[in-house]
């Protein structure tokens, strides 16, 4: 049985039990940086998400408030998820992680000058992101807008 309490008051283990888990911070991913909405286009990433596991993470974010879902505009077969002003919040976030990876994995597909720019203008990149996804767009489909 999952717990319901909080194991304790510390901000860190807050935010992990929000959106900790890996494939919570893989849909924020692909919704901030390639403009995924759907279910489909969530089961489709490259990671290979089981489809239990993303209709739970699905409901589970959108119960904490982090994503939210209507009906598409295109096809009213399908619901379209976006992100609430907390989900937008995570942008930083996803901003810091990248950064991070790339610096530490010598694999990385992270663009050079996509993480020069996180870290040069952090700030600006941070907001141009939040409006561009807020409007519902991606990083991807606006890359010149949010590193400029």
């Known amino acids: 049985m999952k717990r319901t309490d909080r194991r304790s008051d510390c901000a860190i283990n807050f935010s992990l039990e929000m959106f900790g888990d ?3 911070l893989l849909i924020v991913r692909d919704i901030v940086y390639f403009g995924k909405k759907t279910y489909g286009e969530f089961l489709a990433s490259e990671e290979r998400i089981g489809t239990s596991v993303l209709a739970s993470r699905l409901a589970a974010l959108e119960q904490k408030g982090i994503l939210s879902k209507h009906p598409s505009q295109t096809d009213k077969r399908k619901d379209e998820y976006r992100l609430t002003e907390k989900g937008l919040d995570l942008v930083p976030v996803l901003l810091d992680l990248a950064e991070w990876g790339a610096a530490h994995d010598p694999e990385t597909g992270a663009s050079p000058d996509w993480i020069a720019a996180v870290r ?3 700030e600006a990149v941070t907001k141009r992101t939040r409006t561009v ?10 890359y010149e807008t949010v590193v400029q």
């Open 120 to 122: 040069t203008n952090r």
């Open 22 to 24: 890996p494939w919570s």
């Open 133 to 142: 996804v807020r409007e519902g767009g991606s990083v991807v489909g606006n």
